[in-house]
Nanobody, 115 residues
């Protein structure tokens, strides 16, 4: 059974930091492109960042230079370090594992940026 379990969400003030983690099981982790997506209230789910098996990264323009995605293939985890957070970063953050023919999603973790 495939599971992606996110952790690390919470409430932080503008300018602060959060670190999200996603633990994967039931997949051959190292072959998947891993990613973080987010969905804010009333908006569509959007890409935040992805990282390939070879650790090539891609970021949404809105988070470049503030967020860093990383992966540990030995531990089957992917993380998202979020710095200089803004109120518009408030969203549910979802972990994604993308294979050639199938996508897997976690249930999400809430990140709230508010003073």
């Amino acid at each position: 059974q495939v599971q992606l379990v996110e952790s690390g969400g919470g409430l932080v003030q503008p300018g602060g930091s959060l670190r999200l983690s996603c633990a994967a099981s039931g997949i051959i982790f190292r072959i998947y492109v891993m990613g973080w997506y987010r969905q804010a209230p009333g908006k569509q789910r959007e890409l935040v960042a992805t990282i390939t098996s070879g650790s090539s990264t891609n970021y949404a323009d809105s988070v470049k230079d503030r967020f860093t995605i990383s992966r540990d293939n030995a531990k089957n985890t992917v993380s998202l370090q979020m710095n200089s957070l803004k109120s518009e970063d408030t969203a549910i953050y979802y972990c994604n594992a993308r294979g050639h023919v199938i996508n897997y999603w976690g249930k999400g973790t809430q990140g709230t940026v508010s003073s």
